[in-house]
């Protein structure tokens, strides 16, 4: 299941097929979620209709709005890891450490609602998303490649790492709360993080263009 290509219909599932069934409740609540950009305004009523069975038959499988959302966003959070992964095409460290960050954006750009809800939610205080230190892990790793083929001025990967994401994330989530800024091109924009937090040459990153 990814959370960025389902279909919005579906038929429905023959009897006892109750881990297809959870999975279908999981993708219909990415669904709203992305749509509602709010974990609030997410019920459990209407997950069910999206999925077209009745109410009690989520309860059976989450025990409250809550749970599901946690489980949803766990699913969200596991397909954009892969897909992050799966963008690191290129050989050139600087290349892939550019690349997983461009698609980050894009993705928030196509999800902004599920991007809201991720990290932006009320859930986020009430509830521990340990699953979403694999993503940062997986950033200090791609600086880390940068600094040790010489691409990236020398330092702590994991701070680095931390700066670079802050950055990221503010420049995308300011692009979701105020879309009316005259905003430059976040290409541009992550150019200059990597540049000016990374220690980036900008001969390096034109070899990426």
Known sequence: MNATTNPRS???????????LREDIVTAALRLLDELADDQALSMRAVAREVGIAATSV?????????????ALEQCHRDLVRALDQAETAADPVARLRARLLYLGDWVRRHPGLYKV??????????????????GE???????????AGLAAPGDAAEVSLDLRAAVHGAVSMRVNQPDLPWPPLEAQIDRFLIKLAGIAPASLSQTL
Request: with cysteine.
């Open 59 to 71: 309860y059976i499988h989450f025990a409250d709005r809550d749970a599901l959302v946690l489980a």
């Open 118 to 135: 991720l990290h932006e939610s009320t859930l986020n205080q009430r509830a521990s998303m340990e699953f979403k230190q694999e993503l």
């Open 10 to 20: 579906r038929g429905r599932n023959p009897r006892g097929q109750g881990e297809r």
């Open 138 to 148: 997986r950033t200090t790793v791609a600086v880390r490649r940068c600094m040790d």
